[in-house]
């Protein structure tokens, strides 16, 4: 039986493209294969999949007889192949590796290769329904003590993945900036909010959950066949209103300071190309209470975190006038994350809400336990009383505008190749009207 953290033939380190920027390709090698949804200059979207520097238009293949799915891969988008089970998909994945590593196919498959930097990406599937979890502990503890030094996790945290109901409309692709927001705020010491654009814009460093096949409303997922209900993974930077948060979140969660923008990577790194990374989910630390038995299973506790390394940069308006590179503020592996994403689709559905294909899931923001690790600004500024310095000697407490962020993962494993997620990117705009 074909588990979700089985490899094969695709995987092999010693497999090779003919494409060349695909040899040595931090991202993009053949090992990896994402899929997203491309256009060439003046062309209508198709989907694609990122091989070294180039997309292969996968619907020219499907004309061209080269590859089977013909009514999947012929969407604008990918949510009826999200659909698909994963045999399925694996399927259609070594078909794709077989294309792109037989040196006897290159002149047939040439011809569908476009150069990505002359292409657009888009989003890469129509996003029925967005929901955000909580699920980085550290980042839960040093946001919480900000506000409660003595108890920063709720009695819940332990027992439930929290999360919340974002906005699916703002949703956006690497590279669109974002335009800074407006609405109410309350300094502690005023009588009364004030309106306008917000003081404290501030990034979170997440991971993107896509939904597969999906469930029928009141028919909750179990945990042991979560991951057949994941189609892929890609980056996720889900931007806050931190003076706008702390003024509205009570008591029903965020609202206006969550749903202005999230910005996402466009390409999918499917379920199936990490396979070689899962690994075992931390063990929770002494005296916490073990899962509830609906979210508790042996295979996910073994293989149900991923070896990801997650990273944030910074480059404000000053620092690319003068060609300086980008400015790391963190980095930390994924497995600070206190549930797992089959726990977050299993919690999700436990209740009969029906997932469907294409939906996307947030972690929350991950971070590490030190501040290197930090995955926010509220963090790393501590809440704003300790901002960072720039190299131009600029000094940050939340973004301004002209800053430009830029969030990255690479996925490592002894014996296999690397493989990466690229660039999750947008640019802040000042505030309009």
Excluded at 118 to 138: K, N, R, T
Excluded at 192 to 219: I, K, Q
Excluded at 307 to 327: D, F, I, K, Q
Aim: glycine content about 10%; proline content about 8%; some cysteine.
């Amino acid at each position: 039986m074909t588990r979700w953290w089985t490899t094969d033939e695709t995987h092999d380190p010693a497999r090779t493209s003919w494409v060349e920027s695909a040899q040595g390709h931090g991202d993009f090698p053949i090992q990896n294969l994402p899929y997203g949804v491309f256009s060439p200059a003046g062309a209508e979207q198709r989907i694609g999949v990122a091989i070294g520097d180039m997309i292969l238009d996968l619907a020219a293949c499907v004309k061209a007889g080269l590859i089977a799915q013909d009514a999947v891969l012929s969407h604008p988008t990918l949510n009826a192949l999200m659909a698909l089970s994963g045999e399925t998909r694996r399927s259609l994945r070594r078909a794709i590796s077989a294309l792109l590593s037989d040196p006897a196919m290159q002149a047939t498959v040439k011809p569908h290769l476009h150069v990505a930097r002359e292409c657009a990406l888009h989003l890469p599937a129509q996003i029925g329904d967005y929901s955000d979890f909580y699920v980085g502990i550290h980042h839960a503890n040093n946001i919480g003590r900000q506000f409660r030094p003595d108890n920063p996790l709720l009695p819940n945290y332990k027992y439930v993945p929290i999360g919340y109901h974002g906005r699916a409309s703002s949703i956006r692709p690497s590279g669109e900036a974002l335009v800074r927001p407006c609405g109410q705020r309350k300094a502690p010491d005023a009588d009364m909010p004030v309106y306008g654009p917000t003081a404290r814009l501030d990034y979170e460093l997440e991971l993107g959950v896509w939904v597969g096949p999906g469930n029928d409303l009141g028919s909750p997922i179990g945990i042991h066949d979560a991951a057949d209900h994941i189609a892929g993974f890609c980056l996720l930077n889900d931007w806050s209103a931190r003076d706008f948060q702390a003024w509205e979140y009570q008591p029903l969660g965020p609202f206006l300071a969550k749903n202005f923008h999230s910005t996402i990577s466009p390409w999918v790194v499917t379920a199936e190309a990490m396979a070689p990374f899962r690994i075992a989910q931390p063990a929770r630390p002494d005296g916490d209470p073990a899962p509830l038995p609906y979210l508790a299973d042996a295979d996910d506790q073994a293989h149900g975190a991923l070896g990801l390394t997650l990273a944030v940069y910074l480059t404000s308006a000053t620092m690319r006038a003068e060609g300086m590179a980008p400015m790391r503020l963190s980095h930390g592996p994924a497995s600070n994350m206190y549930w797992t994403v089959q726990q977050i689709v299993t919690h999700h559905a436990s209740n009969g809400c029906n997932l469907m294909p294409g939906d996307l899931l947030g972690t929350g923001t991950i971070s590490a336990p030190l501040r290197e690790g930090f995955g926010s600004l509220m963090e790393l500024s501590a809440g704003g009383k300790e901002p960072l310095t720039l190299p131009t000697g600029e000094t940050r407490a939340f973004l301004a505008d002209g800053d430009e962020m830029t969030l990255r993962a690479v996925a490592r494993a002894d014996g296999f190749v690397s493989i990466g997620f690229g660039d999750c990117r947008a640019q802040v705009l000042p505030a309009r009207g």
